[in-house]
C-alpha cells in the first residue's frame, strides 16, 4: 500500500513561476496514491492467513478485507475519463465505509479510514478528510504503522488546501519526525509562505540531502538559489 499524490491548493507560493509545476504536483499526488495502494494490496493478500481467529472474529476481519480489497482494487484500476474516476472514488468510499463502521475491531476496518481519507481529499472534502485520517492514527497493526507516516503529511496538504498553512506545517513537521523526508518539501514551502526565508532554505536544503534523486530536486535547487543567500 505504497503510494503518493496529493498536494493542490493555492497556497503554493509563487509556484507559477516554476513551468509546469502544477501538473508536476497532481502526478505526485497520483503516484503517491498508486504506490500506497500497491503496497497496501500486496500487504492485503499476505495479511489474512497469518492471523488465527476465533471463528466469529476470523469471519469479520475476512469480510473487512474483502471490503478493503474490493475498494483498493477499484482505486488502482485505470479509469481514463473523470466520470469513471468519479464513480470509483464513490464506490471505494462506499466500501471503505462499510469495512470502518460495521468491522472496526479489525485491521483491515481500521486501514479502510486511511482510505476513506484519501478518498476524500480527492473529492476535495478536506475537512472530512482530515477526520478520518485523524481517526486512524491511534490505530496498530503493520499496516497501520507504515501508512502512519503518510497520514501524518497527508493531514497537512488538507490543511494547506484548507488555507491554514500554520496548522499544515505543524503535521508536515510530525510526518518528517515520522520518517517521511518528502515532507521536508512542504515544510520548506510553509515556511516561505510564512515569510520566514532561513528555515525554507534550511528544509529545501535538508529535502536535497536526503532524496538526492527526487523528482523535485530541480525546483528544490531553483527555491536555494533565490533564497539562500
Same mark, same amino acid.
Given at each position: ?98 469495512? #470502518?463502521? *460495521?468491522?472496526? !475491531?479489525?485491521? +483491515?476496518?481500521?486501514?479502510?479510514? /486511511?482510505?476513506? $481519507?484519501?478518498?476524500?481529499? =480527492? ?34 496538504? #488538507?490543511? *494547506?488546501?484548507? !488555507?491554514?498553512? +500554520?496548522?499544515?506545517?505543524?503535521? /508536515?513537521?510530525? $510526518?518528517?519526525?515520522?520518517? =517521511? ?36 530536486? *530541480? ?11
Amino acid at each position: 500500500m505504497a503510494a503518493k499524490k496529493t498536494m493542490k491548493t493555492g497556497d503554493f507560493i509563487e509556484f507559477d513561476t516554476i513551468v509546469g509545476f502544477g501538473e508536476k504536483l497532481t502526478a505526485y499526488w497520483e503516484e503517491n496514491s498508486r504506490q500506497i495502494i500497491a503496497l497496501a494490496l500486496i500487504i492485503c493478500l499476505a495479511a489474512g492467513a497469518a492471523v488465527y481467529w476465533t471463528i466469529s472474529s476470523r469471519a469479520s476481519a475476512e469480510t473487512a478485507q474483502g471490503l478493503l480489497n474490493e475498494a483498493l482494487t477499484t482505486l488502482n484500476a485505470n479509469h481514463p475519463t473523470e466520470a469513471e474516476r468519479t464513480a470509483a472514488l464513490s464506490a471505494a468510499v462506499t466500501a471503505l465505509s462499510r469495512a #470502518a463502521e *460495521e468491522y472496526p !475491531g479489525t485491521e +483491515a476496518g481500521q486501514v479502510a479510514l /486511511f482510505y476513506r $481519507a484519501q478518498c476524500k481529499y =480527492r473529492q476535495k472534502d478536506y475537512s472530512g478528510s482530515i477526520a478520518d485520517y485523524s481517526a486512524f492514527l491511534p490505530h496498530g497493526g503493520s499496516m497501520a504503522d507504515q501508512l502512519r507516516p503518510f497520514a501524518l503529511e497527508n493531514i497537512g496538504y #488538507a490543511h *494547506e488546501a484548507l !488555507g491554514d498553512t +500554520a496548522e499544515a506545517l505543524k503535521w /508536515f513537521d510530525k $510526518a518528517v519526525q515520522a520518517g =517521511r523526508s518528502a515532507a521536508l518539501i512542504a515544510m520548506a514551502r510553509m515556511h516561505e509562505a510564512a515569510g520566514a526565508a532561513e528555515p525554507a532554505c534550511e528544509n529545501y536544503k535538508k529535502y536535497l540531502a536526503e532524496l538526492p534523486e527526487s523528482g523535485y530536486r *530541480e525546483f528544490a535547487e531553483i527555491k536555494i538559489a533565490t533564497l539562500c543567500r
